[in-house]
């Protein structure tokens, strides 16, 4: 599961305090993209931003890597003019900021050179789970379909599965839950018209 960062001391960070256990700072967005242009993190480390909290991401193996890869490949040639490919680049949900494996957005002219994306930008989530896969489904899935995601996947490694989530509820579930297998296909929603096959995802 990803680990929470020790808390850097902003004074005008949100405090979450209990009696009797470790005091939390929450960061806003803002707080978090300051961060990153003052270099106390670097532009390409492995942390995002989860409800307030700056989440170191798990590392990410051969297998993981590979089948981004092999994602992006077979994305790549169907995607028309109207939308875009992002790959491990963060999106805006108000305190959230996540970096999912593979996004499709809607195209915008400077490639989201003066913004983030936000959710409504979004077609396609995916995220490509093997040791993380509770903290895809739990943490990941919950903020995602709060903030209205219209798909979700999770491209399970450990059992060369694709989890597809649809119908986002505003109380952080998704209404249509399926597991696609080993010689099943997938149609996205963005264009229907496209057959994802799952065989070809666990190639590696």
Not at 85 to 108: H, K, N, R, T, Y
């Amino acid at each position: 599961m990803a680990s929470v960062i020790s808390p850097l001391d902003i004074p005008s960070a949100r405090t979450d305090q209990v009696p009797g256990q470790v005091v939390r700072h929450r960061f806003t967005a803002e707080q978090y993209r300051e961060m990153i242009a003052r270099g106390i993190f670097a532009e390409d480390e492995p942390i995002e931003l989860i409800q307030g909290e700056i989440v170191r991401k798990m590392p990410v193996g051969n297998a993981h890597a590979a089948t981004v890869k092999i994602l992006n490949r077979i994305l790549s040639k169907w995607v028309p003019n109207d939308l875009l490919i992002s790959v491990q680049d963060p999106v805006a949900m108000g305190d959230s900021e996540p970096e999912p494996d593979l996004a499709i957005l809607s195209f915008c002219d400077d490639a989201y050179g003066s913004r983030r994306p936000l959710p409504a930008d979004v077609k396609l989530l995916v995220e490509v789970a093997d040791s993380s896969i509770i903290y895809d489904r739990e943490v990941k899935g919950s903020l995602y379909a709060a903030a209205g995601i219209l798909e979700y996947w999770i491209v399970n490694l450990n059992n060369s599965t694709v989890e597809v989530y649809r119908d986002p509820q505003a109380d952080g579930r998704f209404a249509t839950v399926s597991t696609n297998s080993i010689g099943q296909t997938i149609q996205p929603l963005v264009d229907p018209r496209l057959t994802v096959a799952v065989n070809d995802l666990f190639k590696s």
